[in-house]
């Protein structure tokens, strides 16, 4: 049974609409009981409800992740489901999708519905899982995407994530065959023949440090074949991860057709460029790479004018040993999911390129909308389940410590950055799962 | 960055830092020696040189550099002149040798030339501009070690200041300059600064003179942070 | 100069020019008859070659032994690390064993940066992956200065701005895109004031080569009657598999230094290769043999090359910072107060 909250003096993102955001927008109180918001208004009062004063606090609806790996099963050295799901709250968010490259790949069911049930003992955010495309992830066959979508965990989102699927046929036919149940396919689009050995962008900096480039065709290639597949048999395609200007311009000409794309873009995506392999410290390896200020500049916009529709943390902790090596060797990926609102309101907020009512649309409305998932991203009105974040945009800028981290992994690119912000509080179908910033469960 | 050196440098840098003209914080420089009483000072030396080894038959004129080199070649000149055959020269470059490479970051080489004729069986006479500690001599016997064998080994200096740290000891010299230990002695030779010179000076620069102070103390932001 | 060196692009004018001096005055060490210094008495240098080089290790040993340094050679091949000891505990073993400098051969890019990381000693880069092979550059800078600019290298030790290599033309031939040579030498030659123009099909250049201090061009050719220096570099023939070019006799053909293409060279012009020689691929049998080429000097200079480089790495006081600072250096080695 959990307990009535009443939030004060918050404003609400949604009233937030401003760019840049000024002083819009009043300040309004929430009453959270039984799982959702009983009321919304000022000088409210619920006697006996435990009282958090929100006063200079953005309330947003929780964030939704379309795109993280919480490595169990396999990998419980980089991270579990749990830790992954207390990093997650710790970042804002009510639900995050758990990528299929797990070991065993979340190709089956029952693999599915294991991770489904972690995430329900965690408790404190919503795991949905993520099916594969294709069997083992190897791109040979599918795989039983109907009985996945059927399993307790109701995958909607499939994705060979880490792979690309790169047979013109079975992306076909994947797209096709998920009409079905409304799923929609997430592609990594990766050339795999442009891309072998590949450790860095193709451009000016790989070219100096003798790093094998991965070129922003290989994306793109990719990104546009797939949107004309979709468009062929009338399904629906999620792009991951897009890195490069030029993939942004493709999807901006796909969607003014009409078809059915959504794209998603990483916060380092958005802030991070190609120079920093500069060291070699493999800490700035991740695939999609780092590209140039052209690609970053490019991609803000997209976000901002909704080419690209949210933000996905595509969240990879790896342990040391996986970083500390020489750059060729090291894995890629980066933590995000504690960062991310963080770097979205240094990058496209503080820049004017969004307001606090679109961060929240971009960061919760859509990704739940592309992840069908109902209960997350709705607005906060009363009636809808007590899903939202308490953000405060005016925290002193703090340099960010892995070490605080509740992630187990500890490679993150903006360790010792000052970023804007601080998630004060997070809550979970009205029951707080972190307050004051720290882990409240 | 690693640990131990900062005392080394303390430790090795007791001497008076060096006075180049037009150096901050020069105290009095005194002019100790003129061109002409060079000049004299060279010309008794060669003559010296050519009487204690009769006539400088097998004699090699080596000049320590970076001074040592034209003094050198102004003896053979002048040697050549009084008695009427040419006396090789050349120059030995002592810094691979030295003791106190560690005090100092790696320097610039100079030049290692030895006359055609070498050095084997002939007498050698090391050429430099201040003998102080002696260990710069010291330095050059061992870099003449490994170069041949000659029968004999002399030494002329155009200035020796005293306070030797080695049983060394030269056998020509133009000046005896007594100095203390907080003095700097400068030759100045037209070949390498335009003019011919020695100077005397007290050398003081600021924030040098505290015992251990670390050169990277001189720097804002060195070693020791905001020392001026 | 720095603690390392690890990139030659890292290298100014002056520092390159301090290292080609140096290597002048060291070169001689080699005609006496006591080929020995003992600068380095007392010191450790390791060798980490985790790729077989017996001809570079070779030079480096030699180097380090000629000052008297104490030589350890850890080859990758049956040791801990081809039980798959990371790097980093490598470097953690040669700490502990008092290592004052490593000499890294590694297959990837970034090695040396990384292993400069992990030790307080030096780190010489001995060519990392496709990234660079510094001292290969300057024993290339200075077989050039000594054939083509005699009186530069003649001259000895001189403030900056004196005996580099300023106008002379440089080709550099071959696969730029997986050559560490190629990148070293770009940069070194660059910053000496050399021309540098590339020659190789379009596949084997970097895309971004339109940013680098050189030229590129795919007409060899028409490189040829305007080059002073000719280096060919190795091709390898997995590159075939790899589709950069369709056959080996092609890119023989249209890349190749025979004798055909020798005799467009201008009189005075020398053929350089960093070796192994693919004989009668990128080069020819003859054009090797031949009087221009300075294939075999290039050996004996890497010695002394690579002498400068320790000394000036170990011989000294150990922290860089302090080079130029404090100290007024005086032209040549002589202490402005003698003694102490």
Redesign the interface.
């Known amino acids: 049974m959990s307990a009535v909250w009443l939030i004060r003096g918050v404003r609400l993102a949604e009233g937030l609409a401003e760019r840049p955001e000024g002083p819009g927008g009043r300040a309004c109180d929430l009453v959270l009981r039984d799982g959702v918001i009983a009321e919304a208004g000022t000088r409210l009062s619920a006697p006996g409800a435990q009282v958090l004063d929100a006063g200079g606090l953005i309330a947003l609806p929780g964030l939704v992740d379309l795109h993280a790996h919480l490595r169990e099963p396999g990998r419980e050295d980089a991270e579990t489901i749990e830790t992954g799901a207390r990093a997650a709250a710790l970042g804002g968010y009510t639900a995050v999708h758990a990528m299929a490259n797990t070991e065993p790949a979340t190709d089956t069911a029952g693999v599915a519905e294991q991770v489904w049930r972690l995430g329900r003992q965690a408790g404190c955010c919503d795991v949905q899982p993520v099916g594969a495309v294709t069997a083992g992830l190897a791109g040979t066959q599918l795989a039983e995407l109907g009985a996945m979508a059927d399993s307790a965990a109701r995958v909607r989102v499939f994705s060979d994530d880490g792979r690309c699927v790169s047979d013109s046929l079975l992306m076909r036919r994947a797209l096709e065959y998920v009409k079905a149940f409304g799923g929609v396919i997430a592609q990594h689009a990766q050339d795999p023949r442009l891309t072998e050995g590949a450790q860095l962008n193709e451009g000016e900096v790989s070219g100096r440090l003798g790093l094998a480039g991965w070129p922003a065709v290989a994306e793109e290639a990719v990104i546009a074949r797939d949107c004309l597949l979709a468009a062929h048999v009338g399904s629906a395609l999620h792009i991951c991860h897009v890195s490069t200007a030029g993939s942004v311009e493709i999807i901006r000409w796909a969607k003014s057709k009409g078809w059915q794309v959504t794209a998603e873009v990483t916060p380092h995506h958005l802030l991070l460029t190609d120079d920093l392999a500069e060291g070699y410290d493999p800490v700035y390896k991740v695939n999609p790479p780092l590209r140039t200020a052209a690609d970053v500049a490019g991609l803000r916009q997209g976000l901002a004018d909704g080419t690209i529709d949210c933000v996905a943390t595509d969240h990879a902790p790896h342990p040391a040993e996986a970083k500390d090596v020489e750059w060729a060797e090291a894995a890629s990926g980066m933590t995000g999911l504690e960062t991310a609102l963080r770097v979205v309101q240094e990058t496209m907020v503080e820049t004017g390129l969004l307001g606090w009512a679109e961060v929240a649309d971009r960061m919760s409305a859509r990704p739940a909308r592309i992840g069908r998932l109902s209960g997350h991203g709705n607005p906060l009105k009363p009636g809808e389940p007590a899903n939202l974040t308490l953000y405060d945009p005016a925290a002193p800028r703090e340099p960010v410590d892995p070490a605080a981290h509740a992630s187990k992994s500890r490679n993150t690119p903006f360790a010792g950055m000052a970023l804007p912000g601080r998630v004060v509080a997070t809550f979970l179908r009205g029951v707080p799962t972190v307050l004051d910033g720290k882990a409240a469960t | 960055?690693?640990a131990g050196?900062a005392e080394d440098?303390a430790a090795?840098?007791?001497?008076?830092?060096?006075?180049?003209p037009g150096?901050a914080g020069h105290a009095r420089q005194k002019r100790v020696l003129e061109p002409a009483e060079i000049g004299r000072a060279l010309s008794r030396i060669a003559h010296e040189i050519l009487e204690r080894t009769d006539g400088a038959a097998d004699v090699v004129l080596l000049g320590?550099?970076?001074?040592g080199v034209p003094l050198a070649r102004r003896l053979a000149g002048r040697a050549a002149h009084y008695e009427g055959h040419a006396v090789p020269c050349g120059s030995l470059?002592?810094?691979?040798?030295?003791d106190?490479?560690?005090?100092?970051?790696?320097?610039?080489?100079?030049?290692?030339e030895l006359p055609p004729e070498g050095i084997d069986g002939k007498t050698v006479v090391l050429v430099?501009?201040?003998?102080?500690?002696?260990?710069?001599v010291r330095a050059a016997l061992?870099a003449l070690h490994?170069?041949?064998r000659p029968c004999a080994v002399q030494l002329a200096v155009l200035v020796d200041?005293g306070?030797r740290?080695l049983p060394i000891r030269a056998d020509y010299v133009g000046k005896n300059l007594p100095t203390s230990q907080r003095e700097?002695?400068?030759v100045l030779l037209s070949e390498?600064d335009g003019e011919d010179a020695v100077l005397i000076a007290d050398a003081v620069l600021p924030g040098d003179r505290r015992a251990g102070a670390h050169?990277?103390a001189?720097?804002p932001g060195?070693?020791e942070g905001g020392r001026p | 100069?720095n603690?390392h060196l690890v990139s030659a692009a890292s290298l100014t004018r002056d520092d390159a020019l301090?290292i080609l001096?140096?290597a002048e005055?060291?070169a001689?060490v080699a005609d006496?008859?006591?080929k020995?210094?003992?600068?380095l008495r007392g010191r450790t240098v390791v060798n980490l070659f985790f790729e077989d080089s017996t001809r570079t290790r070779t030079s480096f040993e030699v180097a380090a032994k000629r000052?008297s340094a104490d030589v350890i050679n850890f080859s990758a091949k049956g040791s801990s690390v081809a039980k798959g000891e990371s790097l980093r505990d490598t470097a953690l073993t040669l700490e502990a064993m008092g290592a004052d400098a490593v000499v890294i051969r590694h297959v990837a890019s970034g090695a040396a940066h990384r292993l400069a990381g992990w030790v307080?000693g030096s780190v010489i880069n001995a060519g990392d992956g496709t990234h660079e092979h510094p001292t290969q550059a300057l024993l290339d800078a200075f077989t050039i200065r000594r054939r083509l600019r005699p009186c530069e290298a003649g001259a000895?030790?001189f403030p900056a701005g004196r005996g580099a290599l300023d106008g002379v033309r440089v080709a550099i031939v071959g696969d730029v895109l997986h050559s560490r040579v190629a990148r070293s030498n770009v940069a070194l030659l660059n910053v000496l004031g050399a021309e540098v123009t590339l020659v190789a099909p379009p596949t084997l250049l970097p895309l971004a080569v339109g940013s680098w201090p050189c030229e590129a061009a795919y007409d060899l050719d028409a490189v040829l009657p305007k080059s002073d220096v000719v280096m060919m570099l190795r091709v390898q023939r997995e590159r075939m598999s790899a589709a950069y070019f369709p056959s080996v006799r092609e890119y023989s053909r249209r890349y190749g230094l025979d004798a055909t293409r020798m005799a467009l060279l201008p009189d005075h012009a020398i053929v350089m290769h960093p070796g192994p020689m693919n004989r009668g691929v990128e080069i020819a049998a003859e054009v090797a043999d031949s009087a221009r080429s300075t294939i075999v000097e290039q050996v004996a200079n890497g010695v002394s090359v690579r002498m400068a480089v320790l000394?000036?790495?170990?011989?000294?006081?150990?922290?860089?910072?302090?080079?130029?600072?404090?100290?007024?250096?005086?032209?040549?080695?002589?202490?402005?107060?003698?003694?102490?």
């Open positions: 960055m690693r050196n440098r090795g840098a007791g001497g008076p830092p060096p006075a180049g150096r320590i550099p970076t001074r470059d002592v810094t691979m040798h030295r106190d490479l560690r005090l100092r970051p790696a320097r610039a080489l100079g030049r290692t430099d501009d201040v003998l102080y500690s002696g260990r710069t061992d490994d170069l041949g200041r306070h740290e700097v002695v400068r390498v050169p990277a001189r720097r060195g070693a | 100069m603690r301090l001096d140096t005055e060291l001689r006496r008859p006591i020995k210094l003992p600068t000052l307080s000895g030790p000394y000036l790495l170990l011989g000294g006081a150990e922290f860089p910072e302090e080079s130029g600072a404090g100290f007024p250096e005086e032209s040549g080695a002589e202490f402005p107060e003698e003694g102490r």
